[in-house]
């Protein structure tokens, strides 16, 4: 799982860029979107990662990296078929592609966006894509004595 701080950057990036045109919701909030929304819409997944220890040095001088993945999921009106979605996750692959992003704490880059590959969702109303975004967090971390 990302930490909140990834997961909000990307978010915030999203929102930027596509916020205007698409509501961004988190996954969380997917059952009540489904019922609710009623145009295209994007949902964030946060599907997770890992911690590495990069070096060891002194106590306060130690890096970490936290590899990960995000999913953005396109969800469209499914009486369009697949294509919108499509569009939609084009436009989310180009908001977050070879993007270093602006954290409080370290670094913050993605390493890869895949291609929009068919979603989790095609329940006769909602059709969806999902677009995959592999990111690199690197940040110093004192370790306990």
């Given at each position: 799982?990302s930490?909140?701080?990834?997961?909000?950057?990307?978010?915030?990036?999203?929102?930027?860029?596509?916020?205007?045109?698409?509501?961004?919701?988190?996954?969380?909030?997917?059952e009540?979107?489904?019922?609710?929304?009623?145009?295209?819409?994007?949902?964030?997944?946060?599907?997770?990662?890992?911690?590495?220890?990069?070096?060891?040095?002194?106590?306060?001088?130690?890096?970490?990296?936290?590899?990960?993945?995000?999913?953005?999921?396109?969800?469209?009106?499914?009486?369009?078929?697949?294509?919108?979605?499509?569009?939609?996750?084009?436009?989310?692959?180009?908001?977050l592609?070879?993007?270093?992003?602006?954290?409080?704490?370290?670094?913050?880059?993605?390493?890869?966006?895949?291609?929009?590959?068919?979603?989790?969702?095609?329940?006769?109303?909602?059709?969806?894509?999902?677009?995959?975004?592999?990111?690199?967090?690197?940040?110093?971390?004192?370790?306990?004595?």
């Amino acid at each position: 799982m990302s930490s909140t701080l990834v997961y909000d950057a990307v978010k915030a990036r999203l929102v930027d860029q596509l916020g205007g045109t698409y509501p961004i919701r988190d996954w969380e909030e997917i059952e009540t979107a489904l019922q609710r929304e009623t145009a295209a819409w994007i949902s964030i997944e946060d599907s997770g990662g890992a911690n590495e220890l990069n070096s060891v040095g002194s106590p306060s001088s130690n890096w970490v990296t936290d590899n990960g993945f995000i999913d953005v999921h396109a969800l469209v009106p499914s009486t369009g078929g697949l294509s919108p979605a499509r569009v939609v996750a084009e436009q989310i692959r180009t908001a977050l592609m070879f993007q270093q992003f602006t954290l409080t704490e370290g670094h913050l880059r993605t390493l890869t966006v895949e291609p929009p590959d068919t979603g989790y969702i095609h329940n006769g109303l909602w059709h969806s894509m999902r677009v995959t975004m592999n990111y690199s967090h690197q940040y110093a971390r004192p370790t306990a004595a």
